[in-house]
């Protein structure tokens, strides 16, 4: 830990206005088997501290992973210098509205992860049961857990945060008469061991889709009127709308959503949020307070077909003269905050999937997600899905090779018709930006889209 008192003092000599501190301890385990053999294990520890420093309006940020008083010096030393040079005029960004807290904060599970040893975890992995026979060629598992302690400083809080989480992604390979599929899967976690129970029915599932998907026909491209799962919904709704509705994005003029506020974008039962606080801070991209000390708190993206927010830093809303969202986040204290998503998904509707389904003359349904690509600044996008079923009379026929979807976001917003009256699992992920990566999810329902392009 860091000597709080010899930071404030430091920092307080150079009578700056603002100044924030943020340190953090990692401890992390990984392991890796391919076909039950070990391939990789491990585990270890890190720390930092990064300090930012305002003048005006120049945010000044300088990190290290030393804490002993020398050190300490020299980063202030740092920070206070950027912010210098980045200094411009005498305009002066106006922290009086950010409020005092302090507070603890925890989220644990109930089995520990720092309680279990590696041996366990390894052994754990080896008793999934599977057998490589017949077209399945290969199977594999990672598995990784972290358990991060995170303090923030700033002239008037005191916030600590400890947060364990797993994480464990596995994939089957299939190979017959020339042709190959392989199927992944993916549970994560914020919390203990416990939540890895799901994993022998996920891998039972995915070795028996690689066999079903090997011998399904190709699906056709074109137009049609489709159901998208809600794991692929949320890969939309992150990637193609959560990206854009960043506001360095739409500062650098980097976003489709530009100057759209206020504006309709969807059908009046279409609301999408950015939520930290969902399913009671069980999210895998939750956290109680953002890297600016700012609570996190429900944001609507879209309420009622409106674009009714942005994301935000304390540095954006200031620029924007928009309220705080809590959306300032760091890989960690090595990091400068930026505007990043946490829980991003649409809010539930009133229709059961099956009823979805029968209202499709011809089309598919597309579940899961396999890569793809977005541009927030036009708003083109593609996604590929993992499984893809043809649909015809308002049923379900059977599976189909290949597929994905493609458009833009402001059209394809346009076309959702109908929204599922459920939520699917969590969907997450590591959402990369700046050369950072953060933990980001959301539970979304099934959407059916008229008239979308399949791909």
Known sequence: MIDIDFLRREIEKLRVDYWDCRYSETHHSGITLWNKELKQIGEG???GIGIRILNGNGWGFAASTRTDKKSLREIIKQSYRISMLLKKGNEKINMNNIKSVKTKKQIRGKRDIRKMDLEDKKDFLLEQSYELKGSIKSVYLRYLDRRERKMFISPLSEIYQETDSVFLTGGVSAFESGKSEEKVFRVAKLGGFENLKQIQGKLDNAILNSKKFLRATSIKGGKYDVVLSGELTGLFVHEALGHASEADAVLKGASC??????KKLAGSSVSILDDPTQDNFKGWGSYYYDDEGIKARK???IKKGILNSHLHSIETSKKLGMPLTGNARAENSLHRPIVRMSNTYVEKGCESFEEMVERIKEGYFLKGFKGGETNPADGGFQFGAADA???RRGRIVGPVRGGGIGGNTLELLKRIMLIENKYSEDSPGFCGK????????????AVLVKGATIV
């Open 257 to 262: 959503l530009k100057g759209l506020l206020g």
């Open 45 to 47: 520890d890190s720390s």
């Open 389 to 391: 079923y043809y649909i």
């Open 299 to 301: 944001n609507y993206i």
């Open 434 to 445: 700046d050369g950072q990566s953060v933990y980001t999810g959301g539970r979304n329902p």
